[in-house]
């Protein structure tokens, strides 16, 4: 287990038999208490596919039925119910050639870095951005991988917005997701990107919307959204 | 707290499992035409409320309930009244 944020964690997991899974896809998770009380939640995948272990990254809720256990209690050698990998309609495929631009809010930005670990780890030229938001400098996940991947220079931006705090001379971005935020980090139009936006209900809704307003072709649009079932 | 409705909206993606587990394929990327305007979107694309005693699957175009299904007692009821013709690949 990874802990990544005060409140997110890595699960790393051996996976014997697993069929292999595409970058954006997700598991079903279930746990089932001493009493035979069972809750299901779906986790995206971290990982890449040519990672040999599993990892789902969790955001641990506090009123939570699963995520609590998930990321407090659970401990090497126990055993999860995994079903998956499930989706086909929130994927990126590497033979597409389209620019990527990637928007994650919160956790949400755990299928887009399947994506990116991907790309990296087929040495994939393509160009793509990450525009992430978070609420402060603490919660952002995978900030160092992140800043390390950026650093090679080889096609990816990253530009993070805080929306609640900021550290004193903070040069990112610092409200939420705008217009004049997505006019300055998307692909012009006629480069013809793929976008894919996950995060909270809202989050998505509004991004989605103000790309359709900018122009973009909305098939091009992909979208996931995290909900409160999540815990 | 007040919950709104928009707060409890899910996409299809979040289905993605319990309709594999009825259709026995990968169904998100799937196409459905909504019966009441026509529209088509893919399953991942619609929208879905998970917090009723089943699962509410409406249209994003025009909301028009598209789905209903409910899994319980070791059956499952599925409504699909609302989608005129759903595609998707065989393989």
Redesign the interface.
Known sequence: MVQETPRVASLVLEMPDWPGHLAGQHVDVRVTAEDGYQAERSYSIASSPEDSRLAITVERLDDGEVSPYLVGELRIGDKVELRGPIGGYFVWRPADERPLLLVGGGSGVVPLMAMIRHRVAINSKTPTRLLYSSRSQDDIIYRAELERLAARADGLTVAHTLTRMQPAGWDGYARRIDLAMLGEVAWPRHEMPLTFVCGPTPLVESVASLMVDMGYDPPSIKTERFGPTGG | MT?QQ?????????I??LL?EIFTM????AEGTCSSCGKVH????VEVY??APGVVVRCPACGQVQMRIVKGGGRYWLDLSGIRCLEFSSE
């Open positions: 919950v928009s707060d409890l909206k899910l996409d299809g993606n979040a993605g499992g594999r990968e169904m998100t990327a893919a399953v991942g694309q998970m917090n």
